[in-house]
């Protein structure tokens, strides 16, 4: 599996991020197939040595971005739990399009974020970081949610939180395959997620 490592001197670490930098809009250019060691060098304007420094391939490069990007993600749904946390379950069930939006922001403005995104469904050691990214969303959503649905079992509630994660990665790359319009599709994914807060096989009579 590819690694890389992270440097720890200053001077180090403007070289490592213009190596990552020069990899993300490569990869919105030529996609993952073109890209290679040599290439992101010369955009960056370092040498093979630098990036071996760091990086054991193309894969290790793109597992890099794809870490900076879900942490920006992880970071902004921090902020939306911290933002949410004492509403009551119908304010959270309306402000889930909120924290879709902001995704949708995030990986907007990063560059190869769609590839990044496409890579992690199709190289196969890169796939852990999806999931690994994917059940965190799950489990502090569903940590967020499960005060507010005591009556429900955990274990279907973690479920359909699961699932919901799933849907909203599935919107934002939609939204950037497709020429559609946002807001529409904003409104129709507020009717979705708004319907998995409802268990009518846990209402009380």
Known sequence: MSSHRKPV??????TYDALLDAAGHLLGEVGVERISSNMICERAGTTPPAFYRYFDDKYAIIAALAERLMKRQNVALETWVARYAGAKLDVLAGKTVELLRMMHAI???EPGAL?????LHAVPSLTHIRLQ??????DTLTDLYAPHLP?????LLRRRTRLSVELAYSIDEMLKEEDVDPEAV????GFVFKAMFDYPEYRRP
């Open 115 to 119: 590839w990044i995104m496409r890579s």
């Open 186 to 189: 904003f409104a129709d994914a």
């Open 133 to 138: 990214s994917h059940n965190f969303v799950a």
């Open 9 to 14: 001197q200053a001077r180090a670490q403007r």
């Open 151 to 155: 009556h429900v079992d955990r274990a």
């Open 107 to 109: 990986t907007s403005s």
